[in-house]
T-cell receptor
Framework: DGGITQSPKYLFRKEGQNVTLSCEQN?????MYWYRQDPGQGLRLIYY???????QKGDIAEGYSVSREKKESFPLTVTSAQKNPTAFYLC?????????FGSGTRLTVV | GENVEQHPSTLSVQEGDSAVIKCTYS??????FPWYKQELGKRPQLIID?????GEKKDQRIAVTLNKTAKHFSLHITETQPEDSAVYFC??????????????FGKGTMLLVSP
């Protein structure tokens, strides 16, 4: 679906539980990104990775962790330290300037 | 930190009217400015972008203008149609502390086109 796939589409988390969101791309893009979207807040950058085995914190990295063991994959873990994790999470990738987005994962704390 | 301001937050127009959304950015070194359209529950889709070496770019009913001196850029939609109704985001490529550039987004404009 557009070369970048996020799963699952919907995810429910209990208090104190870690969950991992998947992001896979077959576009041969070097750079990958995770954004969080809340109503009225736009898209805020959580983590990004320009190359395999390297990643940087974005503006709101606290309570999240990532890995980049393969070029195609950039999973995001929402840890129990993230106090307000309910949001729409978007993964993106690029080879140049324009980003291609995945279809998103809606995470809800129950 | 570096940011992007977007106005208005909501915009209601009649079908056939024009719509204008404006953004300002803080980093004078920024050189790439895309616009994304996001329909409800969907992913953002790139609709047009502009680089700092040009002042205007058009694609059918959509145009973007850039004023580097004033550090602002605008999206213009002419002859609006109901299917233009969506949230529109501007963005600017800004260099962070890591030395890498990433897209910083405005907070979005909800455009409603009434038939």
């Amino acid at each position: 679906d557009g070369g970048i796939t996020q799963s699952p589409k919907y995810l429910f988390r209990k208090e104190g539980q870690n969950v991992t969101l998947s992001c896979e791309q077959n576009l041969n893009h070097d750079a990958m990104y995770w954004y969080r979207q809340d109503p009225g807040q736009g898209l805020r950058l959580i983590y990004y990775s320009q190359i395999v085995n390297d990643f940087q914190k974005g503006d709101i990295a606290e309570g999240y962790s990532v890995s980049r063991e393969k070029k195609e994959s950039f999973p995001l873990t929402v840890t129990s330290a993230q106090k307000n994790p309910t949001a729409f999470y978007l993964c993106a990738s690029t080879r140049g300037d324009g980003y291609t987005f995945g279809s998103g994962t809606r995470l809800t704390v129950v | 930190g570096e940011n992007v301001e977007q106005h208005p937050s909501t915009l209601s127009v009649q079908e056939g009217d024009s719509a204008v959304i404006k953004c300002t950015y803080s980093d004078s070194a920024s050189n790439y400015f895309p616009w994304y359209k996001q329909e409800l529950g969907k992913r953002p889709q790139l609709i047009i972008d502009i680089r700092s070496n040009v002042g205007e770019k058009k694609d059918q009913r959509i145009a973007v203008t850039l004023n580097k001196t004033a550090k602002h850029f605008s999206l213009h939609i002419t002859e609006t149609q109901p299917e233009d109704s969506a949230v529109y985001f501007c963005a600017a490529l800004l260099k962070g502390n890591s030395g890498y550039s990433t897209l910083t987004f405005g907070k979005g404009t909800m455009l409603l086109v009434s038939p």
